[in-house]
Each structure stands twice: as structure tokens, then as C-alpha cells.
């Protein structure tokens, strides 16, 4: 095969890394059109970046798995949130009490990852619509249990987390034990012009920590697997490993990593909206890891890392934008969320498109 | 080889899960509705028919979808935005009464048709991944539509959007429009309730369109390309044009749905009020005991009727059960998670059922 010479390279590069460079020319557009100062952007983009890292490189090893993405991480972000929810019912303070959730969440996250993966091994070809809908469906078992039971058939010590009337939790809880411990361990920060830049150093250390383990973890025999399971299921049979156990596997891993990027997230927030937190991890997760470059099929650490600066500088940028050009009388800050969501929508749309488009191509 | 209890085995699969499950369901509501509360019966049947027929025919829009092998319409927001657009336009100009109606879903019915098009020709490259590409369709419609109603110039005073006096509103009302009218076309008085004659008639009359249709030549070549396209384009049926056709259809079929749902239910909802209503629908569908790959018109009724009443009896009668207590507030909501949990199931259980 030959290899590409000069302005053929450009232009291959171009083609492969697309999606990237188009969000970051309309970035670009945004940020000199709106007149945004970078500082100012710098402020907002670095600890949404260090919060939501963690969750979009969770996503990658399904991907590599061939189970595309996975929407059912929601599951993974439930399992962090009753985690949180269990340590604040004690009253645990400090870095001791985030560990201790992330300890919680696991036993949860591998019940439901594996029960996830059984369920996802029965709909094969339909795993992403599948995990999507099961996302929804534990969304209302997890109201039944936390709005329902809370309070009532499950005793709760702690009475700030419930509503009013003693039973369910509030729509909204201040993580008064756990909040912005990971963030604070080590935060230094830079002061650039009059904005001071926070850099939440301890959480991309954990992050740049994931990073690492997802990449020894594909170079292991197990991961190996996977990467085979997720090239061609038939190969990987005959192979002699044992497909529906690996692909399992892949979902437990993400969900556990989810919860535990749900965690952090939250913490880094400070505070929970119990009944929606989750429900937005997973298409914003998924549009930042494609964002990045990412396909259905085939997603790396990069991707990851690109994406995320990406997605969440495009949503920083889009927000102040709408709200400089547009003026309040024709409601420019909804005009911002309207269109922050039909680009999260667009996004994972247009790549679903792709993908299927080019599968198509290639049969 | 007689196995035990053969005769009631054989009754269970005419029935159908699905319907068995909810059905048994629904009749332990009613049984509790009936003895333990001082409720209207009368008037909760007449609810649970207006339900059933202002949904009717949104559950009726996924049919030819399904027939046409292109799965369960997830994209079905996409024919709703339509619907609602040829409502706004409507309403803008002034149209009243049956004209405004009628108006409404002329326009909405056209628009859809085109968009149903041109939805076709994006799910045709995207074959095997239909359902999820036309799921995130819906949104992206509602989302888009939604950056259209906001910046829209409004004419009629009443439909402006309160804050800052550009835009539409939120929700329309449609009293003094066409609120109600199919509802009040004929209505029979039942107890202490009406049962909205012209609604149940227009949906009656769509789902017998729909049949005629199906078995129509057309129709049929429609099934044979969804069942078999292998087979029916050796036989010369222009299987991708039947597919556009299922999905215009679809499409069409659901901006009209929403019409007839606006009207009876008294307000029209913009933004991102339909973003959700794909799932109840498909639910609703799905536990008439239509899959992926099969719909009938009795799966339509069935489903329909099943599915709001359910919700439309667990409302009142959760109210009832747990007034006067402290956690009214939060157990207030279980018909909202009933609600999820069903629809959600019931599409599970279709997403992972082995197939032949």
C-alpha cells in the first residue's frame, strides 16, 4: 500500500479527523464573532472539562467492544448517585466519605453491569437503541425506590435529603459531606488578566490516571478480547473466546467507571439534582466522546481527551454567544439551551448517519 | 402428547402477553376504583375513551412504518412538529372553528408528507439502524422546531410569548379556536361523563383507511416489501419506494395525530413538549401486541385503549387513596413512574425478543 505523500496526507487527515476540526471552526466563529475573551472562556471550560472527562472515557471500552455506545451508562451514573446518597445519609465528611461512595457504587455497579450486558447479549445489532431505552426504564425504578420508598419503607437518618413531607428525596441535594473534596485537594490557580483560572489538578489527575489503566487494560489478554469480540463476533467465536462473557465484561467495566465518573462529577458540581443528573450523562458523555472523532465503532483515548475540550468550549461558546447576539426580548439565554440541545442531538444524529451510511457502503 | 392444562395455554397465546398482563392490570384498577373510592365510574370510562382517541391515531401513525420493515417509528416527533406547525400557522392567521381544523391538518398532513420524505431518504442510509437514528431525528426535529417557534414573527396578539413580546408562547389555548370539536361532534352523555362520539368516529375512520389501504395492492406490496425484501424485489415491488411511502405515511399520519390530540385535549404544547412522546406511543403500540417486525389495526385499538386507561385510572385513584397524608406530595407520583416503568418495559421486552 502506498502511503499518502504530502498534500495527499493533509487531505487524508482532514477527511479522517472531520468532525473535530468542524467543531473547532465553529468554536473558532463563535468565539471572534461574540468578541468572547479566552480568559473568561478558560474560567468556565477547565473544571466542566476535569468534571466530565472521567464519565467520556468510560465510554470508549464498549465501543472497542463492538456494542457501540453505550447509552446504558446511565445505570453506571445511578449506582455512583446512591452511593453519594448512602455516605451523606451517614453524614460522612471529607475525601474519606467520596472514596467511600466510589466504594458503595461498585458492588451496585457490577449487579446492574452485568445484568445490563445479559440484556444487551439478547438484543445483538440493537444494543445502543436497547441500552437507551433500559436507561429510561431504571430511571423509573430509580424513582420508585428514591421517590417512593425513601422515607417510608426505607428509613432515612439524615432528614435535610428528604422533601417536605418525609417521604422521597428532594429534587435537590447539597453534597455538604462530599462536594469539591476531589477538587480542592490540589488546586492551585493561575490568574490570567482579572480572571483567576482554578485547575482542579487532583481530579485530571484521576482522569490522566483512567487514561493509563484503559490503555494497559485493551493491551491485556482480556482487552485483547474484547477488541477481537468487537472486530468480527464470528472470528472471535471460533477464536475460542467466549463472546457473550466478554461483552459483559465491557459493560461492567463501563458501568462501574461510570459511577464513579458520576461521582466525581457531582462532587466537582457540589450539588445533585436527584431525579435528573443522570439523565443528561449520557447523550452529553456520548456527543463529547464523538465530538472528539469517535464512530460508532471505533473510539481511543484521544478521542476522548479531543472531544471533551471540544464539546464542552462549543457549549461555553454557544451559551455566552446566544446571549450577546441575541438580544433578551427575543429570549436569548432560552435561544442558548435550544440550541445547545439540538446540537448534542445533531451530533450524535449525524455520526449514527455516518456510520450506517459508510457500513452500508462497504456491503 | 397432552400436556397439562392445554386449553388455557392455547388461551393465553390467543391473547397475548402483552395484553393479558395489562388487561388483568387494568381490571384490578378498575375492581379498587369501583369498591374503594366514592368516584365517578361513568365519567372514568368517558376518560378513558377520550384518552384512547386522542392518542388513537398517534399509535395508528407507527403502523405503516412497521409494515415497511423500517421498525418502530421512534422518529414519530418528527410528524408531530409537523402537525404542530400547520396548527401555528392555522392559529396565527385567525382560523376558527371546523375550518381552523380542517386547515390545520391539511398543512400539518402536507408538511409531514415532505418531511416523511425526505426522513425516508436518510433512514434508507441508514439501514439496520433505523430506530436509533430516527429516535435522535425526533429530537433534533423538537429542538429545531423549537429555535423556529422562538424566533418566528407572530401576528395574532394571543399567541405571543409573554416575556419580551416575540416568539410563540409555550402553550397555545385553543378556546375560542377549534377546542374540542370532533370531541362535542354527536356526544352521548354516560353517567356523569360524555363520550366524545366524533373523536372515536375520526379514529375509527383513519384506522379503517389504514386497513383499506393495507389491503389495497399498494398496501399489500408495502407488507411484502417489510417482511421479505428479497423476495418482493424479485417480484418487482419497488421495495425502496415502499419504504418511503410506509414512512411518509407514518410521518403524515402523526402530524395529523397531533392535530386531532391538540384539539381535544384544548391546548397546543410547542418546545419541547412532544421530545418525549415517541415512547408512550410505541408503548402503547407494543402492548396491542405489535413487534418490530408486525402491526395490525387491532394491535392500534387495542393497545391504545389498554394503555390510557391505565394511566387515566391510576391518576384519580392514587389521589384518592392517598389524600389527607404527609407523603401525598411524593406518592403523587406514582402514576408518572407507573408510566415509565410500563412503556419502558413493554419496549424492552419488544427490543429483546428472540425473533424467527
Known amino acids: 500500500m502506498v502511503r499518502p505523500r504530502g498534500i495527499a496526507r493533509v487531505g487524508g487527515g482532514a477527511r479522517q479527523n472531520l468532525v473535530p476540526l468542524l467543531f473547532a471552526s465553529i468554536c473558532l466563529t463563535g468565539i471572534l464573532w461574540a468578541n468572547i475573551s479566552i480568559p473568561f472562556l478558560l474560567t468556565d471550560v477547565v473544571p466542566r472539562v476535569a468534571r466530565n472527562l472521567f464519565l467520556v472515557l468510560s465510554l470508549i471500552v464498549p465501543v472497542v467492544a463492538g456494542m457501540g455506545l453505550n447509552f446504558g451508562i446511565v445505570i453506571g451514573a445511578m449506582c455512583g448517585q446512591v452511593g453519594l446518597i ?157 463472546v457473550d462473557r466478554a461483552r459483559v465484561r465491557a459493560i461492567v467495566i463501563s458501568t462501574c467507571l461510570g459511577g464513579i465518573g458520576q461521582i466525581i462529577f457531582l462532587s466537582s458540581w457540589g450539588t445533585f439534582n436527584t431525579y435528573q443528573s443522570h439523565e443528561q450523562v449520557g447523550p452529553y458523555a456520548i456527543a463529547a466522546l464523538l465530538v472528539g472523532g469517535a464512530t460508532v465503532v471505533r473510539a481511543t483515548i484521544w478521542h476522548a481527551i479531543v472531544g471533551t475540550i471540544l464539546f464542552h468550549t462549543l457549549i461555553s461558546v454557544v451559551a455566552t454567544a446566544a446571549q450577546t447576539l441575541v438580544p433578551a426580548s427575543m429570549g436569548g439565554a432560552q435561544i442558548g439551551e435550544y440550541i445547545r440541545e439540538f446540537l448534542v442531538y445533531a451530533v450524535i444524529a449525524v455520526t449514527l448517519a455516518l456510520h450506517a451510511w459508510k457500513a452500508k457502503r462497504r456491503t | 402428547m397432552i400436556r397439562a392444562f392445554e386449553q388455557p395455554r392455547a388461551l393465553v397465546r390467543r391473547i397475548g402477553l402483552t395484553r393479558g398482563i395489562l388487561a388483568a392490570f387494568l381490571l384490578a384498577l378498575w375492581l379498587v376504583y369501583v369498591f374503594a373510592t366514592d368516584l365517578s365510574f361513568s365519567a372514568l370510562i368517558a376518560d378513558c375513551l377520550t384518552r384512547a382517541g386522542m392518542n388513537g391515531i398517534l399509535v395508528l401513525a407507527l403502523v405503516p412504518a412497521v409494515r415497511a420493515g423500517v421498525g418502530l417509528n421512534f422518529g414519530i416527533p418528527l410528524g408531530m412538529v409537523c402537525g404542530l406547525f400547520g396548527t401555528v400557522v392555522v392559529l396565527d392567521l385567525y382560523g376558527r372553528g371546523a375550518g381552523g381544523l380542517i386547515g390545520a391538518l391539511a398543512i400539518g398532513a402536507a408538511v409531514g408528507a415532505l418531511a416523511g420524505i425526505a426522513y425516508a431518504r436518510l433512514l434508507e442510509a441508514v439501514r439496520g439502524q433505523e430506530m436509533m437514528v430516527g429516535l435522535y431525528v425526533g429530537f433534533g426535529a423538537v429542538a429545531g422546531a423549537s429555535i423556529l417557534w422562538a424566533l418566528a414573527p407572530v401576528h395574532n396578539p394571543e399567541m405571543v410569548f409573554a416575556i419580551g413580546g416575540s416568539g410563540f408562547r409555550q402553550t397555545l389555548l385553543l378556546d375560542g379556536y377549534f377546542k374540542g370539536i370532533l370531541d362535542r361532534l354527536g356526544a352521548i352523555p354516560f353517567g356523569s361523563g360524555t363520550i366524545p362520539t366524533g373523536l372515536l368516529a375520526f379514529w375509527l375512520l383513519c384506522c379503517g383507511a389504514v386497513a383499506l389501504f393495507l389491503k389495497s395492492r399498494t398496501g399489500l406490496a408495502l407488507s411484502a416489501a417489510g417482511s421479505n425484501p428479497r423476495f418482493a424485489e424479485a417480484s418487482g415491488i419497488n421495495v425502496r419506494g415502499m419504504r418511503t411511502l410506509g414512512v411518509a405515511l407514518s410521518t403524515a399520519l402523526g402530524a395529523i395525530g397531533i392535530v386531532i390530540f391538540s384539539q381535544s385535549y384544548g391546548f397546543v404544547q410547542l418546545y419541547k413538549a412532544p421530545l418525549l412522546m415517541a415512547f408512550p406511543t410505541v408503548a402503547a403500540l407494543l402492548i396491542g401486541g405489535a413487534t418490530v417486525r408486525t402491526a395490525k389495526i387491532s394491535h392500534v385499538l387495542i393497545g391504545t385503549f389498554l394503555f390510557q386507561a391505565v394511566l387515566t385510572t391510576s391518576l384519580p385513584l392514587v389521589n384518592d387513596l392517598v389524600q389527607g397524608q404527609g407523603s401525598a406530595e411524593a406518592l403523587g407520583n406514582i402514576p408518572e413512574i407507573a408510566r415509565l416503568i410500563i412503556s419502558n418495559g413493554i419496549i424492552l421486552y419488544a427490543l429483546t425478543r428472540k425473533e424467527s
Open chain 1, 86 to 242: 448512602l455516605v451523606e445519609n451517614a453524614g460522612g465528611q471529607g475525601l474519606g466519605a467520596l472514596l467511600l461512595a466510589m466504594a458503595l457504587s461498585l458492588p451496585l455497579s457490577l449487579l446492574f453491569g452485568w445484568m445490563t450486558g445479559l440484556l444487551l447479549n439478547r438484543a445483538k445489532g440493537r444494543e445502543m437503541i436497547t441500552g437507551l431505552i433500559l436507561g429510561f426504564f431504571a430511571n423509573g425504578i430509580y424513582q420508585a425506590i428514591f421517590l417512593l420508598m425513601a422515607g417510608s419503607i426505607l428509613p432515612f437518618r439524615n432528614q435535610e435529603l428528604l422533601l417536605d413531607g418525609g417521604v422521597g428525596l428532594a429534587n435537590s441535594i447539597n453534597l455538604v459531606g462530599t462536594g469539591q473534596r476531589l477538587d480542592h485537594l490540589i488546586r492551585p490557580s493561575i490568574r490570567v488578566s482579572i480572571f483567576p483560572i482554578y485547575l482542579p489538578v487532583a481530579t485530571f489527575l484521576v482522569s490522566i490516571l483512567l487514561c493509563f489503566a484503559t490503555r494497559w487494560y485493551l493491551r491485556t489478554k482480556s482487552g485483547q478480547d474484547l477488541r477481537t469480540v468487537g472486530q468480527d463476533m464470528h472470528v472471535a467465536e471460533i477464536a475460542g473466546i467466549a
